[in-house]
């Protein structure tokens, strides 16, 4: 396993104590906004190079103002090239006579061996069409440098270190090719400051190898353009003996990070945008990707540097912006996709900022897992979930087979036949690919997703567990589902808000094998089941037994458990289930609305609904005009959960506390796209009084029909 990338960047005892000889301060007003103040004293010196330091080595901690004070070449990120540049500044001073004032705390012989190097430009690299020039750090021109080689307006980078890359080319290359016997931990970063650099045939931006990682690193204030032509010849044999083309415009085989506070636009025209057939990690900046086939692609793919989360001491994510473009109307691909097999690959992590997908095929696609742990997450695949049967679906570059949409085992008629779910965990499957084995699981811990599909929203070959974060789902398939457990919230939370769900149009709302309701709320309004417990004897959740079409659920029996939190579910008219279960169907907790033909049901194999607590209503009306209001109060009138369902008729069965109807809410708090309200005071209601609700919780009042 590589060494991390900060270990990499040492410098000897004797090194540190050169660079932290006796210099004076320089003194500088505005101290709060001070580039390179860090102590916020007023003044730059040999005092801030020491606090950064050991800051850098996680041996004190710095306050916001500082870390932005820090940020030296305006990235976004405070590392080892913002200490470089701050060296700098205060070497510029050392002419002048050191006073009473120079700080006591002065970097001595111990200090710590394993101080970060100064980063420095190994040089700045500017393309001028078909040319060329190199210039050094203080940008005196160079007719060649040892790291560097130009052919024409192709060059090759061959050492670590900093190059500054700039001008516009339309038949360019930059190459990183480092020797790992030379230099191991070498780290090549591409700092692109206005660069427009596009080729015919080949990758305009390739990593062939490097020690540790390349890091494209985009300047603030700059707008950056790199983009391929529609076929390429460049290729290379990997470790199996394949011939592999480049086909993206960024192209890397070894570890890529990105970062920085500009722009950069990557158009992939021949397939993919971005490729790292290693780790690639989106740290922050503002990325937009459009390719014919898959936008961004890595073994393994990061989005938001973990210690940039305000949780975790840092700054957030404000300036981290992905946007991805992968859908052209008739063909594309998917939007973000790790595919590697490997243990320890195939994840997509997402700790922030604003990512933006509109695919052809799948938004987001994990071989093993995604996780999400929060930040804003905005999907469209194909038609939406305004997909009918009657839509044309071409699938031309759809692997798993094409034509226009049609009836799934499922049951959905509706149902696309091109791999467009909003985020899919595909899991690890036979040989022949056809039996599942492991892994293929979501993790959402928090943040907003809003997804619209024409395939399943989310959708996991192995277990889903949404334990935080607000959805807005609307789909032409599936909200919701998992081919064996399907965990919503924490069991014993007691809330109703620590997960949000508004699926405001489904074919099946929330489908796995064994279904645990916890704790938020969850409101459903679907054209079949809402809640649905399957195992592969259930039509609705046999599907194929191809991981990439999904829907092949296990064999056990489904098995539904609501123990906290609250479920709301408007089902369609028609012989539709608002909550059905293949096995027992287990109310254990919590608060259900259920709207449907029948609102519960379980299967036929001498399974039952099993009452053990919790509060419910029940109804028939169907989802149609969905504008009447109701509510669970506790016994002092208080609003424990209120929400927007269909008239009707309701039965209901409270336990501690009493269903009413009608009435306005004042205060409380509005999650669920305004449809549930959380506390308050309720007025004008009217307390259930249907003949189910003698607590009995047996057939025969209105809407009871189980």
């Known amino acids: 396993m590589k060494k991390s990338n900060f270990t990499k960047k040492i410098v000897t005892a004797a090194a540190a104590a050169v660079m932290c000889a006796a210099i004076p301060a320089i003194t500088i007003s505005a101290a709060q906004t001070l580039a390179g103040d860090v102590n916020l004293d007023g003044t ?193 044999v990997n470790s199996d003996g394949e011939t592999k083309l480049c086909a993206a415009a960024i192209y890397a085989r070894d570890d890529l990070k990105i970062k920085g506070k500009g722009t950069l636009k990557v158009n992939g025209n021949a397939e993919d945008g971005i490729v790292s057939t290693n780790d690639l990690k989106i740290w922050n900046g503002t990325v937009e990707v459009t390719a014919a086939d898959d936008g961004i692609r890595a073994d393994s793919i990061k989005i938001g540097d973990p210690d940039d989360a305000v949780s975790a001491g840092g700054k957030g994510y404000e300036n981290l912006i992905v946007t991805v473009n992968t859908n052209n109307g008739t063909t594309g691909g998917d939007g973000i996709k790790a595919s590697s097999e490997t243990e320890g690959k195939g994840f997509v992590t997402i700790n922030g900022g604003t990512v933006t997908i509109n695919s052809y ?157 916890n704790s938020g709320s969850v409101y459903i309004v679907s054209g079949d089941d809402g809640y649905n417990a399957a195992g592969g004897n259930d039509g609705s959740g046999s599907g194929n037994t191809n991981p990439w079409g999904g829907g092949s659920m296990s064999s056990s029996t489904g098995t539904l458990n609501i123990n906290g939190g609250l479920v709301v579910v408007n089902s369609a008219n028609g012989d539709h289930d608002s909550i059905d279960s293949n096995g027992d169907l287990n109310l254990n907790g919590g608060y259900v609305y259920a709207n449907g033909q029948e609102p519960f049901d379980c299967g036929d194999g001498g399974y039952s609904i099993n009452y053990n607590g919790g509060s419910v209503i029940t109804m028939t009306a169907g989802n149609t005009n969905l504008n009447a209001r109701y509510s669970f109060t506790d016994a002092s009138g208080n609003v424990i959960v209120s929400f927007i369902g269909a008239s009707g008729n309701p039965g209901q069965n409270c336990t501690n506390c009493t269903a009413q109807s009608g009435g306005t809410v004042a205060g409380g708090t509005e999650i669920c796209g305004g449809k549930v309200t959380v506390g308050g005071t309720l007025s004008g209601a009217t307390q259930i009084t249907a003949s189910s609700s003698s607590g009995s919780m047996q057939p025969g009042g209105p809407g009871s029909r189980w």
């Not at 007719?143 to 080689?149: G, Y």
């Not at 974060?469 to 789909?475: E, K």
């Not at 109703?496 to 074919?507: G, L, R």
């Open 44 to 236: 730059v010196s040999v005092s801030d190079l020491v606090a950064f330091t050991k800051y850098l080595h996680g041996k004190a901690p710095l306050e916001q103002q500082a870390l932005e004070n820090a940020d030296m070449d305006q990235d976004g990120s405070n590392d080892v090239f913002d200490l470089g540049l701050m060296k700098k500044t205060v070497l510029s001073g050392a002419e002048q006579t050191p006073t009473e004032e120079q700080p006591t705390d002065a970097p001595t012989e111990e200090q710590p061996t394993d101080a970060p190097t100064e980063a420095g430009v190994a040089a700045a690299i500017t393309f001028e069409g078909t040319n060329v020039t190199l210039a050094d750090a203080e940008g005196n021109a160079l007719a060649s440098a040892s790291n560097v080689t130009v052919d024409g307006a192709y060059v090759t980078i061959t050492a670590a270190g900093t190059y500054t890359i700039t001008g516009k080319s339309d038949e360019g290359q930059i190459k990183v090719s480092t020797d790992n016997a030379a230099d191991p931990t070498a780290v090549v970063e591409l700092s692109l400051e206005g660069l427009t650099l596009s080729n015919s045939t080949a990758a305009p931006i390739y990593i062939e190898n490097v020690g540790d990682e390349a890091v494209i690193s985009v300047k603030k204030g700059t707008e950056n353009v790199i983009s391929d032509g529609s076929t390429h010849t460049d290729s290379y």
């Open 361 to 517: 095929a799948d938004g987001i696609q994990a071989e093993q897992l995604f996780t999400m742990n929060d930040g804003d997450l905005t999907i469209t695949t194909y038609q939406g979930s305004g997909f009918t049967s009657g839509s044309t679906s071409t699938g031309t570059t759809n692997p798993w087979g094409g034509g226009s949409g049609g009836m799934g085992m499922d049951g959905n008629a509706n149902k696309t036949d091109i791999s467009a779910k909003g985020i899919k965990a595909v899991g690890l499957y036979d040989a022949a690919g056809t039996t599942w084995q492991s892994a293929g699981d979501i993790v959402v811990n928090g943040g907003n997703i809003t997804v619209d599909s024409s395939d399943d929203s989310l959708h996991c070959g192995g277990s889903m567990s949404i334990l935080g974060g607000v959805f807005t789902i609307a789909s032409a398939d599936d909200g919701f589902h998992s081919d064996h457990e399907l965990t919503i919230g924490t069991k014993g939370a007691g809330t109703y808000d620590d997960v949000q769900i508004n699926v405001t149009k489904c074919y099946e709302g929330v489908e796995g094998v064994t279904i645990n309701q």
